[in-house]
């Protein structure tokens, strides 16, 4: 099992920069585990406690790429000690906490199996479901990192002057029980428009049931049937953008623009805390300010602090 950081998703290992900070201003000595799995070495730890010696560590045999090691989403830490690298609680769960707080998920929310030591991209949900669903293979994942779309570490420029390459996205189908980004880009856009009352948690429970209920109901077939399932319909009557191959497209916005992709800023921005103006889908003075405000928090993730929301604004703000 391999401890190399550079086979993780590039913003990953983005992630693991600030986390080694946060860590390092707290005086928590933060060691860095397994990173990237092979086939053969998560076939080797399902076997223990199975065929070979040892506790059962792992529920996922290598040939069902169910290990989110096996798509470089995830990593394991340790307490960097002499002796007791595992058993300080305190530790797994302050380090967790502060995962969290970059974004990160944390294995030590799951219940079959706690995981403490174990973070991750949420952007996927909780397991890799939807990666094998929409990529098959590690390898057609990775080739993401650098083409550009989707929740992609590698792809430059910064918002302006960037038309000549948009962000898109696929917006999968989320219902009951689903976890993950897309499921809070659903929950950021119902709040603004008072359908969703509850917390930007990630998780499709009851409150974003009845949301999505709500909305169907409201927009009378425009949106699909009135059964709680975002699908294709749904998710292009709430987002009102265009399509290119299957894929959503929102347009480089600035000061002046007013269009859907305008309005797809403003809600999202309203959600996280930056945007306290009217949703009335026009770029105006306000929105150039949260914009602004959005990306000097992002730290250049979000491209350059120039109130242009462009492809590497986008890929930030939606990661999907």
């Not at 974004?103 to 397991?127: A, E, F, I, Q, R």
């Not at 939807?130 to 779309?149: C, M, P, S, V």
Request: contains cysteine; proline residues 4%.
């Amino acid at each position: 099992m391999g401890r190399d950081i550079s086979q993780l998703h590039p913003r990953l290992q983005q992630k693991i920069a600030e986390l080694k900070q946060l860590c390092a201003n707290e005086g928590l000595p933060l060691g860095i585990g397994e990173c990237f799995r092979s086939v053969a070495e998560q076939n080797a730890l399902y076997a223990q406690g199975r065929t070979e010696p040892g506790e059962i560590i792992t529920n996922a045999p290598g040939s069902s790429y169910s290990s989110q090691h096996q798509w470089g989403i995830a990593f394991d830490f340790y307490k960097n000690v002499v002796g007791h690298a595992y058993d300080d609680i305190a530790f797994f769960n302050r380090v967790g906490a502060l995962g969290k707080s970059i974004g990160l998920g944390w294995g030590g929310d799951w219940t079959s199996p706690v995981d403490k030591p174990h973070l991750y991209l949420p952007d996927w949900g909780d397991t890799p479901t939807l990666l094998k669903q929409k990529y098959g293979t590690f390898d057609a994942f990775k080739a993401t990192w650098t083409a550009g779309g989707g929740s992609q570490g590698g792809e430059t420029g910064g918002g302006g002057g960037q038309t000549s390459s948009k962000y898109s996205f696929m917006a999968p189908k989320v219902q009951y029980g689903n976890t993950g980004v897309p499921v809070l880009l659903l929950q950021e856009i119902l709040l603004p428009r008072r359908y969703y009352r509850g917390g930007l948690d990630r998780s499709f429970g009851d409150q974003t049931l009845q949301a999505v209920k709500s909305y169907q109901s409201d927009r009378k077939g425009g949106a699909g049937e009135v059964d709680g399932i975002v699908g294709s319909k749904t998710w292009s009557d709430l987002l009102g953008l265009p399509k290119e191959n299957g894929r959503f497209v929102p347009e480089v916005v600035k000061k002046g623009s007013k269009n859907a992709s305008s309005l797809l800023v403003q809600e999202i921005l309203y959600s996280r805390g930056f945007y306290t103006g009217n949703i009335d889908w026009s770029f105006g003075d306000e929105t150039e300010a949260a914009v602004i405000a959005y990306q000097k928090s992002r730290n250049g993730g979000a491209g350059p602090v120039d109130g242009i929301v462009g492809r590497k604004c986008w890929a930030d703000m939606i990661a999907l």
